[in-house]
T-cell receptor, first 111, second 114 residues
Framework: GQSLEQPSEVTAVEGAIVQINCTYQ??????LSWYQQHDGGAPTFLSY????GLEETGRFSSFLSRSDSYGYLLLQELQMKDSASYFC????????????FGRGTSLIVHP | DGGITQSPKYLFRKEGQNVTLSCEQN?????MYWYRQDPGQGLRLIYY???????QKGDIAEGYSVSREKKESFPLTVTSAQKNPTAFYLC?????????????FGEGSRLTVL
């Protein structure tokens, strides 16, 4: 089977930097994705890492270490609108490319 | 604009009734998925379909059924056999075997059993 661990909640202030960690245990591994979901809304894709290292997309960056089965999402220059749930997901079913999601991290940004 | 449309947004059901949630996409995606979301449990895969007239069970398929008669449509039926159907249901699609496996989600349907 597969399991993903991420913190249930993280709080930070506007303008700060926050890191959301994700550790995973899977029988196979084909990549780590991150999704953002605002309350009651649709999850939206943020980033994807298949290889070790850092991927940067604007204020958001995502990191992967396959040897440690670990990744993180880094959010810089936090804004109030970044308050949302963030899910990591691993692709561990190679033939189907379907991600398995973690339980999500609720990020609360304070003024 | 291309996207995924789910309906209804809110649905109430009495115990023992079957209900069908609609999911339509105009993205020309081959693959479609249904996820269930409960508070604190993330997204769990119910069913998925990679091609018309074919679908596979996910991790929590018991009490659910689907069909994929058209590329654009992937309705989910929540049957009376589903013991705890109150949840937020999300439909998604993807190009298929993309490098990133990026999923595009609908806005969801919230089902409440009275």
């Amino acid at each position: 089977g597969q399991s993903l661990e991420q913190p249930s909640e993280v709080t930070a202030v506007e303008g700060a930097i926050v890191q959301i960690n994700c550790t995973y245990q899977t029988s196979g591994f084909y990549g780590l994705s991150w999704y953002q979901q605002h309350d009651g809304g649709a999850p939206t894709f943020l980033s994807y890492n298949a290889l070790d290292g850092l991927e940067e997309t604007g204020r958001f960056s995502s990191f992967l270490s396959r040897s440690d089965s670990y990744g993180y999402l880094l959010l810089q220059e936090l804004q109030m609108k970044d308050s949302a749930s963030y899910f990591c997901a691993v692709r561990d079913r190679g033939g189907s490319y379907i991600p398995t999601f973690g339980r999500g991290t609720s990020l609360i940004v304070h003024p | 604009d291309g996207g995924i449309t789910q309906s209804p947004k809110y649905l109430f059901r009495k115990e023992g009734q079957n209900v069908t949630l609609s999911c339509e996409q105009n993205l020309n995606h081959d693959a479609m998925y249904w996820y269930r979301q409960d508070p604190g449990q993330g997204l769990r895969l119910i069913y998925y379909s990679q091609i018309v007239n074919d679908f596979q069970k996910g991790d929590i398929a018991e009490g659910y059924s689907v069909s994929r008669e058209k590329k654009e449509s992937f309705p989910l039926t929540v049957t009376s056999a589903q013991k705890n159907p109150t949840a937020f249901y999300l439909c998604a699609s993807s190009i298929g075997q993309t490098y990133t496996g990026e999923l595009f989600f609908g806005e969801g349907s919230r089902l409440t059993v009275l």
